[in-house]
């Protein structure tokens, strides 16, 4: 049985009836539960999306979402990136459900339980869907991974800038503000 996204939601609302909060995609016609991520990896990924934020907001470029948002992807998967962007003239209006579109940048954040090899799947199936670059970010080895279709990956680490030209102009962001901070005495 091949399940649709609107299976998906009256999943997550019958989880939510009984105060189960967990996060779940849907992959391949078959619902998939998502772990929590690790605290840092989730640090990692909120400093992202703030980052961006940051940047898109005021210019009214688009939409910055963290991992609750939903996408009903070409292929009828239902999927959530750690971050995502769309840019404003692809998405007028925020929906009340999933967006049925793939945004134009997604970002994953590696846990310590997470598989870099389904990670880059999960990327490259964006990217095979109309998401123009995805990115990859490795908090403990402290490198991010910019993937492009039909281009070779490219990883920025400490003292690199990330840039999106294309479709953020004039945003950058310092690898080595994305970590976790260190409080000493």
Known sequence: MVLTAKDLEMVQAQLNEFEQDYRIELINGEIVLMSPS???SDEVAFEFGAQLR???RPRKLGRVTGAGAGFVLPDSDTRAPDVSFVQAERLRR???SFAELAPDLMVEVKSPTDSLKK???KIDQFLAQGTRVG???HPEQRWV???RS???PMTLKDGDVLT???LLPGWEVQISELWSPVFED
């Open 38 to 40: 690790g605290y840092e």
């Open 54 to 56: 940051n940047w898109v």
């Open 94 to 96: 925020s929906p009340k």
């Open 119 to 121: 990670l880059r799947a």
């Open 135 to 137: 990115i990859l970010v």
């Open 145 to 147: 991974e910019v993937r």
């Open 150 to 152: 039909n281009t070779e």
């Open 164 to 166: 999106v030209p294309d």
